[in-house]
């Protein structure tokens, strides 16, 4: 018997089942990934590339460590992904609950303002029906004057009273709205690695509860258009050389925060006229070429940056704050 005939032929079924069986694992790591995406796209995004990556080389070389390595990465991006959304469930029921108190608190003060504006009118009204009981009709006619323009003094200020509360409610509420919808868990952009939108509105918050005059400052860079199987890796890697640039421009008590795909927000603690000339210095700066580069390929892009510049206001909310500023931003 010659030594080919001694040795082990390869058993096709078994590719066959090794086979199949791999084509099911890579189905289910998708599988995965697309459920990741539909119940909580806010929360998956960076382990759904980390997925596709996993997913790319396993097809690639299926060897027995890249087996097994696989599992401890599957096992960790999914303990990742479970984390974040705990985090992000505390959050909205802390959120929920200080939502709460605040609505007791107003319900209060307006239970308390009720019963003030009620004993007010109770005064005038005694004192109106006193000055009917004069005798002198001149010394009564100048009495109702006097009580008819304390009357109109109460309204106005109950009027403005109540007008800024209406506000101060409306403020908060949107400032709970953004708590309650901004994606990102956590205080980081997992993009460039900047502070994020909850972080920035918490930073807000503590800055508008303070005489501190500072700016708030919209950077928009724009889309890059790249092109390539790795566009959004690319986009990423260029997004955060704009992270860091910005961050380089401004000082450590500012804050540089990342808003949306091509949009910064950055807190200056400046006056309006300081802040704007910084903010076209830096708005010069930031534009320019970028290069990136991603598993060996490189791309170059080309950005140009828009900014607003608005100052707070004493009776400035979050969301009107951001919303004059964006305002205030370049038609593009």
């Known amino acids: 018997m010659t030594p080919t005939e001694l040795s082990p032929q390869p058993n096709a079924e078994r590719e066959a089942l090794l086979r199949t069986a791999l084509e099911c694992y890579l189905g289910t790591i998708q599988h995965i990934s697309e459920f990741l995406g539909a119940v909580a796209p806010e929360l998956a995004s960076p382990h759904q590339e980390q997925l596709v990556k996993l997913r790319q080389r396993l097809a690639f070389q299926p060897t027995r460590e890249t087996l097994l390595e696989s599992q401890q990465i599957l096992d960790?991006?999914?303990?990742?992904?479970?984390?974040?959304?705990?985090?992000?469930r505390e959050?909205?029921?802390?959120?929920?609950?200080?939502?709460?108190?605040?609505?007791?608190?107003?319900?209060?003060?307006?239970?308390?303002?009720?019963?003030g504006c009620a004993d007010q009118l109770r005064h005038l009204t005694r004192e109106i029906e006193a000055a009917e009981m004069l005798e002198s009709p001149a010394r009564a006619r100048e009495k109702l004057n006097s009580q008819l323009s304390q009357l109109r003094t109460f309204v106005e200020t109950v009027q403005q009273d109540?007008?800024?509360?209406?506000?101060?409610?409306?403020n908060q509420m949107e400032e709970y709205r953004t708590n309650l919808t901004t994606p990102e868990v956590g205080s980081s952009d997992p993009v460039t690695g900047l502070p994020n939108l909850r972080e920035f509105a918490r930073q807000i918050a503590s800055r508008l509860n303070t005489p501190l005059i500072?700016?708030?400052?919209?950077?928009?860079?724009?889309?890059?258009?790249?092109?390539?199987a790795f566009d959004q890796e690319m986009e990423h890697a260029i997004l955060k050389q704009?992270?860091?640039?910005?961050?380089?421009?401004?000082?450590?008590?500012?804050?540089?925060?990342?808003?949306?795909?091509?949009k910064f927000l950055v807190i200056l603690e400046a006056g309006l006229a300081e802040a704007t000339a910084r903010a076209r210095q830096i708005a010069l700066w930031l534009s320019g070429h970028y290069r990136a580069e991603v598993d060996g390929r490189e791309v170059?892009?080309?950005?140009?940056?828009?900014?607003?510049?608005?100052?707070?206001?004493?009776?400035?909310?979050?969301?009107?704050?951001?919303?004059?500023?964006?305002?205030?931003?370049?038609?593009?």
């Open 76 to 88: 960790r991006e999914l303990e990742a992904v479970a984390k974040k959304a705990g985090d992000s």
């Open 91 to 115: 959050g909205k029921v802390e959120n929920l609950t200080r939502i709460s108190i605040f609505l007791a608190q107003v319900d209060d003060a307006f239970l308390i303002r009720r019963h």
């Open 162 to 170: 109540s007008t800024k509360v209406f506000s101060r409610l409306q």
């Open 214 to 228: 500072f700016c708030l400052l919209v950077f928009d860079v724009g889309k890059p258009q790249l092109q390539g």
């Open 242 to 262: 704009v992270g860091d640039g910005l961050v380089s421009q401004v000082r450590a008590r500012d804050l540089v925060c990342r808003w949306e795909a091509g």
């Open 300 to 332: 170059i892009a080309e950005l140009r940056a828009a900014v607003g510049v608005t100052q707070r206001h004493p009776d400035d909310g979050l969301h009107a704050l951001v919303r004059r500023a964006e305002s205030s931003l370049p038609d593009r």
